[in-house]
């Protein structure tokens, strides 16, 4: 059963940055696609970045150029890098996994929580 574990979220002044983890166990790493969604209060949860087939990134709007992820294959782990931080990106941020080539994202972290302030 494949688990995934977020670390790093906190409260960031507006301007700053977070760099949020997921570690992966319980599977193989290559075997899955992984992708970072987040839910802030009263709306839905949306897409914020994911690797697609053959690596390639892809990023929701609000985040281009702000957000980047990563992954280090040697330690089971997918990055966030989020810089210039906004209040909107407050939220509950959440690390997925989709066993490649499903396109639904079956395995989901606990979530972390990003506060911003203004």
């Known amino acids: 059963q494949v688990q995934l574990v977020e670390s790093g979220g906190g409260l960031v002044q507006a301007g700053g940055s977070l760099r949020l983890s997921c570690a992966v166990s319980?599977?193989?790493?290559?075997?899955?696609?992984m992708g970072w969604f987040r839910q802030a209060p009263g709306k839905e949860r949306e897409f914020v970045a994911a690797?697609?087939?053959?690596?390639?990134?892809s990023y929701a709007d609000s985040v281009k150029g702000r957000f980047t992820i990563s992954k280090d294959n040697a330690k089971n782990t997918v990055y966030l890098q989020m810089n210039s931080l906004k209040p909107e990106d407050t939220a509950v941020y959440y690390c997925?996994?989709?066993?490649?080539?499903?396109?639904?994202?079956?395995?989901w972290g606990q979530g972390t929580q990003v506060t911003v302030s203004s």
């Open positions: 997925a996994a989709r066993r490649v080539p499903a396109t639904t994202y079956a395995y």
């Open positions: 690797f697609r087939w053959s690596d390639t990134t």
């Open positions: 319980g599977g193989t790493f290559s075997s899955y696609a």
